[in-house]
């Protein structure tokens, strides 16, 4: 009986390592890479055009407006494009950017091991200084997406002491001990 990688689903604060851990996962490990933003910067690329080369840092505060905006339908929009690319990749799958309670408790019911990554502000701080070159304007963090993963249900791993390295291999050994779980389940 094969047994298949969990999808994984990644919430944290900006800075925590979500990102880097979503590379890891596939170039190491074969997952396909999603992200949530997908259609809230498809919304943001054709409601300002003007934004679409504009940094990181410029376009984030207008990418939250959009996903606030996008989440208010129902159903949500968002989690519509996530299901559509569950029906139609093979690969596990590991979305990086969960933002709130209800994309948290989606990924539950759709199988994802739901992981949180968190680090101290000054780590976050400096992490997003080295890949941005610029730190975010301090409403961002304000924001109530960047807020709600402190209340997310999930395995919980402080990447504060870590190296990229040593965050990858918690991740892997996470999900590695939960398809052990799985398998001994099934048998």
């Not at 505060?61 to 093979?90: C, D, I, S």
């Not at 759709?110 to 101290?120: D, E, K, M």
């Not at 941005?132 to 963090?141: S, V």
């Not at 249900?153 to 918690?170: A, K």
């Amino acid at each position: 009986m094969e047994r298949r990688l969990q999808h994984v689903f990644l919430m944290g604060p900006m800075g925590a390592g979500k990102s880097t851990v979503a590379q890891y996962l596939r170039q190491e490990m074969g997952y396909v890479r999603y992200s949530m933003a997908t259609p809230v910067e498809a919304v943001l690329d054709i409601a300002a055009p003007w934004l679409k080369g504009a940094s990181k840092t410029v376009r984030r505060p207008y990418l939250q407006r959009t996903g606030r905006f996008l989440r208010g339908f129902k159903p949500n929009p968002m989690l519509l494009a996530a299901e559509e690319v569950l029906r139609h990749t093979v690969s596990p799958i590991v979305i990086d950017d969960g933002r709130t309670m209800e994309e948290a408790v989606w990924a539950d019911q759709h199988g994802f091991l739901v992981i949180v990554l968190t680090a101290s502000e000054f780590v976050r701080r400096r992490r997003i200084l080295e890949r941005d070159g610029e730190l975010p304007d301090m409403r961002t963090h304000e924001d109530e997406t960047e807020q709600q993963w402190r209340y997310a249900r999930g395995l919980v791993i402080d990447t504060s002491d870590l190296t990229e390295d040593e965050m990858c291999q918690m991740v892997r050994a996470a999900i590695e001990f939960r398809r052990m779980e799985r398998c001994k389940r099934e048998e």
